[in-house]
């Protein structure tokens, strides 16, 4: 899984790799990771059900509690720690080949770490992948090969085609269900417990 994600290193692809046996057990997939600060890091984790339907708040405290007891064994960050979990969402971003193949026909938007004929942001159609590039028609429909690795981020813009898209797929059919999957946005924080000699800060409530 960590290696599908090229923008990964480092320890927040040690840590993907420590997490990977549990998630696909579960039926799960990382779809980003990250790890933001310094003093208490907090470890951010995007997921999908592996089948590619969106995850709910359930999956999110699931995933949470079988993460959090795998990095507690593990130990990849010293002292305490905050780990968030929450779903990709139907403007998800796009971080895995297979992502461009999955939403071939929708507008993206893509950044570049290293400018590709003069320019590094792209927004166009996606029209699959070619070996391992993604592959997008520009609004004046000449064709952007971008190497993976070279994407620093990509994000699916939100349409009505890729909400309906979204609706067929993925069965977020009725208001109630879209509520549901907007709620999972929403962090489900699990602190890290004290280490010998170690403080720890209370978890932060979110709503």
């Known amino acids: 899984m960590a290696n599908e994600i090229p923008s990964l290193n ?4 040690r840590i993907a790799q420590q997490i990977e046996p549990t998630l696909t057990d579960l039926g799960y997939e990382i779809v980003r990771l990250s790890v933001l600060g ?3 890091p907090t470890i951010q984790i995007m997921a999908d ?5 969106l995850i709910g708040i359930e999956d999110c405290e699931q995933i949470s509690h079988a993460v959090g007891a795998v990095l507690d064994v593990d130990d990849p960050i010293p002292g305490a720690w905050t780990l968030e979990v929450s779903s990709a969402g139907i403007d998800r971003p796009l971080t895995r ?10 507008l993206v938007k893509a950044e570049l770490d290293l400018p590709l004929n003069g320019r590094k942001r792209f927004s166009g159609i996606i029209t699959g992948t070619r070996e391992n590039a993604a592959v997008i028609r520009l609004d004046d429909g000449e064709e952007a090969v971008l190497p993976i690795e070279t994407i620093r981020k990509a994000r699916l813009v939100l349409t009505d085609a ?12 009725s208001e109630d269900e879209a509520a549901e999957e907007e709620a999972t946005r929403r962090k489900t924080p699990r602190l890290n417990p004290a280490k010998p000699g170690k403080g720890s800060k209370p978890g932060r409530k979110t709503h």
């Not at 480092?10 to 692809?13: P, Q, S, V």
């Not at 080949?97 to 929708?106: I, P, S, V």
């Open 38 to 40: 310094r003093e208490t």
């Open 49 to 53: 059900r592996a089948d590619g339907s």
């Open 162 to 173: 890729l909400i309906e898209a979204s609706a067929a797929m993925l069965g977020i059919a």
């Open 10 to 13: 480092g320890l927040e692809a």
């Open 97 to 106: 080949l297979k992502d461009w193949d999955r939403f071939a026909g929708h």
